[in-house]
């Protein structure tokens, strides 16, 4: 074990010495951050040229309100700041109602429209059916656009509209707008979290809002470190393996050690470098969230315990597939198919994460997170969700996990010590499980 | 004791026998040659002896000891392909190989092996940054840091110039004074003949020929004469037919003769000098190439050149 240990302690100095150590350490958060930083920052940057739409209304009952509550959007909401300050920050809403008798009827009046969308003449038109008051069914108002994923107007022409109508119906029918904008008003329905007693006082503190933060981003941060700590921990191991076994260093190595030893230093070796990426990150998560003033969304000592096990796991696990991969193939080509399947069994807790996250207790949740190759990622995401886990799934769960990381440290020695000499032979997935099963 | 000792190994590689029945013991302290055509099973055999491969039948001592647990840190092993880690430097890289035999004192030793290799102002200099030959030694000191009993070399001198052949033979030499055991394969016979105290021919997976050399040549009596002709350029079928002579290989500049049983070398200089003036005439044991294609045939006289 001592050989084991020499060759970890030289992977290890090798990959924390590294440049690409260090960028990556920095390049990982700046990835993921870069995500929501890129949409904060881009968030106010709305091109705020004036949008023109056409109007059709052939019920001829929305041409004053349109235009009047257009006017008003226009000057209160699309400026930001107050004084010299005030700048405008959204498009302004240009109406013009077409005449409906020159027109025409669709789907006639509808192509030559179109025509003036794509003439970029008009950002969009509405339609307001002649029959809309009325509201048999068949009537409605129908909006028409290039860009679907802007429904800025669409929305606000809906809710003008909706209102106009409101009030035109309470009109013929009689009733009493107020009485009824009082009868149909909806209650808010809050979001809060659980309240607890304090141990000292005696009293019950105050419910706080719920924090979506809380119950989605953190577990799924943490799911995404261990999916982070295999993708940069034991992806290169393999192509590590590969360039030794094609720069021959292998066999002088193997000269000094069992082949087995070998592996084993390199999975140690990565599994601390690993765990010192993630002792940085977790470090720095802290500290960063304590100085943001949100120290409570920092996950719990045995969450971040669990986590550690988890990746350690997690790592050793998949480190061992991929340095039997890396030994048992010529090239990169053959690697990237050989690898695809191991890629598919770490992938499935991206497939279903939202879903565990939504249902930690169901059936399904407790299952999928009992799937070893899964474990990892779906217990850790699982237990940092605020409702907890049962104690016995963690520690089931770290079992089959140790198990198949035993398995799988066994499978890889043996296609390790048979492909690490094999030069020139083709990629075959039935000769590698024959190295398995015969040794 | 006998550092290496053989009985009956056999390695297959599915349909392919590398190594066939193969039976030999290493005399201790001497240095014995491993010799043979590529792809003889000489590679097959040494991966064998440290344990890096299995041998489906047969027994392999090594150093006393048969256990296949731990590869034996009294061994030191050269690779024919060779490889270091780039990126280390030099004197970093050999106390990590010396480390791994269970050696702590690698710095010391390292330094001595680099100066007397003249390779003492690299040390702190990242392998990446040698040249081959350079990197051919310093994979050398990497196989002799632990000062290893026994010493393995595969094909140790392919691709070194004559400067650092000869370097790394006088290591040699000297490692063998010191009272290293060292087994070496090449595929270069003349290079085998010059070095070797004890020799091991392997032909397509066994043994032919096993000994020292002293005995294996007195096996084959002296039978060869060495002979340069002059104006015999491109006259080697007027040679064969001289009754005398068995087998003619032309050199150009030097024909060697192999000749008949009981041949009278007298006779044989009567008549060489009947076909042109003889500047050289040498009674002289067969080569070990000469003993190669004779044993392996005449099919073997390609592969013994290569």
Same mark, same amino acid.
């Given at each position: 074990?001592?050989?084991?240990?020499?060759?970890?302690?030289?992977?290890?100095?090798?990959?924390?010495?590294?440049?690409?150590?260090?960028?990556?350490?920095?390049?990982?958060?700046?990835?993921?951050?870069?995500?929501?930083?890129?949409?904060?920052?881009?968030?106010?940057?709305?091109?705020?040229?004036?949008?023109?739409?056409?109007?059709?209304?052939?019920?001829?009952?929305?041409?004053?309100?349109?235009?009047?509550?257009?006017?008003?959007?226009?000057?209160?909401?699309?400026?930001?700041?107050?004084?010299?300050?005030?700048?405008?920050?959204?498009?302004?809403?240009?109406?013009?109602?077409?005449?409906?008798?020159?027109?025409?009827?669709?789907?006639?009046?509808?192509?030559?429209? @179109?025509?003036?969308?794509?003439?970029?003449?008009?950002?969009?038109?509405?339609?307001?059916?002649?029959?809309?008051?009325?509201?048999?069914?068949?009537?409605?108002?129908?909006?028409? @656009?290039?860009?679907?994923?802007?429904?800025?107007?669409?929305?606000?022409?809906?809710?003008?509209?909706?209102?106009?109508?409101?009030?035109?119906?309470?009109?013929?029918?009689?009733?009493?707008?107020?009485? =009824?904008?009082?009868?149909?008003?909806?209650?808010?329905?809050?979001?809060?979290? =659980?309240?607890?007693?304090?141990?000292?006082?005696?009293?019950?503190?105050?419910?706080?809002?719920?924090?979506?933060?809380?119950?989605?981003?953190?577990?799924?941060?943490?799911?995404?470190?261990?999916?982070?700590?295999?993708?940069?921990?034991?992806?290169?191991?393999?192509?590590?393996?590969?360039?030794?076994?094609?720069?021959?260093? @292998?066999?002088?190595?193997?000269?000094?050690?069992?082949? #087995?030893?070998?592996?084993?230093?390199?999975?140690?070796?990565?599994?601390?470098?690993?765990?010192?990426?993630?002792?940085?990150?977790?470090?720095?998560?802290?500290?960063?969230?304590?100085?943001?003033?949100?120290?409570?969304?920092?996950?719990?000592?045995?969450?971040?315990?669990?986590?550690?096990?988890?990746?350690?796991?997690?790592?050793?696990?998949?480190?061992?597939?991929?340095?039997?991969?890396?030994?048992?193939?010529?090239?990169?080509?053959?690697?990237?198919?050989?690898?695809?399947?191991?890629?598919?069994?770490?992938?499935?807790?991206? #497939?279903?994460?939202?879903?565990?996250?939504?249902?930690?207790?169901?059936?399904? @949740?407790?299952?999928?997170?009992?799937?070893?190759?899964?474990?990892?990622?779906?217990?850790?995401?699982?237990?940092?969700?605020?409702?907890?886990?049962?104690?016995?799934?963690?520690?089931?769960?770290?079992?089959?996990?140790?198990?198949?990381?035993?398995?799988?440290?066994?499978?890889?020695?043996?296609?390790?010590?048979?492909?690490?000499?094999?030069?020139?032979?083709?990629?075959?997935?039935?000769?590698?499980?024959?190295?398995?099963?015969?040794? | 004791?006998?550092?290496?000792?053989?009985?009956?190994?056999?390695?297959?590689?599915?349909?392919?026998?590398?190594?066939?029945?193969?039976?030999?013991?290493?005399?201790?302290?001497?240095?014995?040659?491993?010799?043979?055509?590529?792809?003889?099973?000489?590679?097959?055999?040494?991966?064998?002896?440290?344990?890096?491969?299995?041998?489906?039948?047969?027994?392999?001592?090594?150093?006393?000891?048969?256990?296949?647990?731990?590869?034996?840190?009294?061994?030191?092993?050269?690779?024919?392909?060779?490889?270091?880690?780039?990126?280390?430097?030099?004197?970093?890289?050999?106390?990590?190989?010396?480390?791994?035999?269970?050696?702590?004192?690698?710095?010391?030793?390292?330094?001595?092996?680099?100066?007397?290799?003249?390779?003492?102002?690299?040390?702190?200099?990242?392998?990446?940054?040698?040249?081959?030959?350079?990197? &051919?030694?310093?994979?050398?000191?990497?196989?002799?840091?632990?000062?290893?009993?026994?010493?393995?070399?595969?094909?140790?001198?392919?691709?070194?110039?004559?400067?650092?052949?000869?370097?790394?033979?006088?290591?040699?030499?000297?490692?063998?004074?010191?009272?290293?055991?060292?087994?070496?394969?090449?595929?270069?016979?003349?290079?085998?003949?010059?070095?070797?105290?004890?020799?091991?021919?392997?032909?397509?997976?066994?043994?032919?020929?096993?000994?020292?050399?002293?005995?294996?040549?007195?096996?084959?009596?002296?039978?060869?004469?060495?002979?340069?002709?002059?104006?015999?350029?491109?006259?080697?079928?007027?040679?064969?037919?001289?009754?005398?002579?068995?087998?003619?290989?032309?050199?150009?500049?030097?024909?060697?003769?192999?000749?008949?049983?009981?041949?009278?070398? &007298?006779?044989?200089?009567?008549?060489?000098?009947?076909?042109?003036?003889?500047?050289?005439?040498?009674?002289?044991?067969?080569?070990?190439?000469?003993?190669?294609?004779?044993?392996?045939?005449?099919?073997?006289?390609?592969?013994?050149?290569?």
């Amino acid at each position: 074990m001592v050989k084991a240990y020499i060759i970890a302690l030289r992977e290890y100095r090798a990959a924390v010495r590294s440049k690409a150590f260090v960028i990556t350490l920095v390049a990982m958060p700046m990835l993921m951050g870069g995500a929501i930083v890129g949409q904060l920052l881009l968030k106010d940057q709305v091109d705020t040229a004036d949008k023109r739409f056409a109007i059709i209304d052939r019920s001829e009952q929305f041409e004053k309100v349109l235009t009047e509550a257009a006017e008003a959007y226009n000057l209160t909401q699309i400026f930001d700041g107050a004084g010299s300050e005030r700048e405008k920050v959204k498009p302004a809403f240009i109406l013009q109602f077409a005449d409906p008798q020159q027109i025409g009827e669709p789907p006639e009046s509808t192509f030559n429209l @179109s025509e003036r969308v794509r003439k970029k003449e008009v950002h969009g038109f509405l339609e307001i059916d002649r029959g809309v008051v009325a509201g048999d069914g068949k009537a409605g108002v129908s909006y028409h @656009s290039q860009n679907p994923v802007d429904s800025t107007f669409r929305r606000w022409a809906g809710s003008v509209i909706n209102q106009e109508l409101r009030r035109i119906r309470c009109e013929r029918e009689g009733i009493d707008i107020s009485v =009824l904008q009082r009868v149909v008003l909806p209650v808010a329905v809050e979001d809060l979290g =659980l309240v607890e007693r304090d141990e000292a006082s005696g009293e019950i503190s105050q419910p706080e809002d719920a924090n979506v933060l809380a119950f989605i981003f953190v577990p799924m941060g943490l799911m995404m470190l261990i999916f982070m700590s295999i993708m940069v921990g034991a992806t290169p191991l393999m192509q590590a393996v590969m360039e030794e076994k094609q720069a021959r260093i @292998s066999e002088v190595l193997l000269g000094s050690v069992q082949p #087995f030893q070998l592996m084993l230093g390199k999975l140690a070796g990565i599994a601390a470098v690993t765990l010192t990426t993630m002792l940085v990150y977790i470090a720095g998560a802290f500290f960063t969230l304590k100085r943001l003033g949100h120290g409570d969304l920092f996950p719990s000592v045995d969450v971040v315990l669990w986590l550690i096990l988890f990746q350690t796991l997690a790592v050793l696990m998949y480190g061992a597939l991929f340095i039997a991969i890396g030994a048992a193939v010529n090239d990169m080509r053959e690697a990237q198919s050989a690898m695809m399947p191991v890629m598919l069994f770490a992938m499935v807790p991206m #497939f279903v994460w939202l879903y565990v996250v939504k249902e930690p207790d169901s059936t399904a @949740s407790i299952a999928f997170s009992l799937f070893p190759p899964a474990t990892p990622m779906l217990m850790v995401l699982r237990l940092s969700v605020p409702s907890g886990v049962p104690l016995w799934q963690p520690i089931l769960g770290s079992l089959l996990v140790l198990l198949s990381t035993i398995v799988c440290v066994f499978a890889a020695g043996r296609i390790f010590r048979i492909g690490i000499l094999m030069q020139g032979e083709g990629f075959s997935l039935i000769r590698v499980a024959g190295w398995v099963f015969r040794g | 004791m006998h550092p290496v000792e053989i009985e009956g190994a056999t390695k297959r590689f599915g349909d392919v026998v590398a190594v066939n029945d193969l039976a030999l013991s290493v005399p201790e302290k001497s240095i014995y040659g491993f010799i043979g055509p590529n792809g003889s099973g000489k590679t097959t055999t040494l991966r064998m002896i440290l344990r890096i491969l299995h041998p489906d039948a047969g027994k392999i001592r090594v150093l006393g000891a048969e256990s296949f647990a731990a590869a034996n840190d009294r061994v030191g092993y050269l690779p024919e392909e060779r490889g270091l880690y780039k990126t280390m430097r030099v004197m970093e890289l050999l106390q990590f190989f010396a480390a791994l035999k269970g050696r702590r004192d690698g710095r010391s030793e390292a330094k001595r092996w680099l100066d007397e290799l003249g390779l003492g102002d690299w040390a702190n200099k990242k392998v990446e940054t040698l040249s081959k030959g350079m990197s &051919q030694k310093v994979q050398f000191i990497a196989a002799v840091i632990a000062r290893p009993e026994l010493l393995i070399l595969d094909e140790p001198f392919a691709g070194l110039d004559p400067v650092n052949t000869d370097v790394i033979k006088r290591a040699v030499l000297e490692l063998r004074e010191r009272g290293t055991t060292i087994l070496f394969s090449t595929h270069d016979m003349e290079l085998a003949e010059k070095m070797c105290d004890s020799i091991c021919m392997m032909y397509k997976g066994r043994k032919v020929i096993d000994g020292t050399l002293e005995a294996i040549q007195d096996d084959f009596g002296r039978d060869v004469v060495r002979l340069r002709l002059e104006d015999a350029m491109g006259n080697s079928k007027d040679l064969a037919q001289i009754p005398e002579v068995e087998h003619v290989n032309d050199f150009g500049r030097l024909q060697e003769l192999r000749l008949e049983n009981n041949a009278d070398t &007298q006779e044989l200089l009567a008549k060489l000098m009947g076909i042109g003036t003889v500047r050289h005439f040498e009674l002289s044991r067969p080569s070990l190439r000469d003993i190669f294609v004779r044993i392996a045939g005449p099919d073997a006289e390609e592969i013994a050149d290569g």
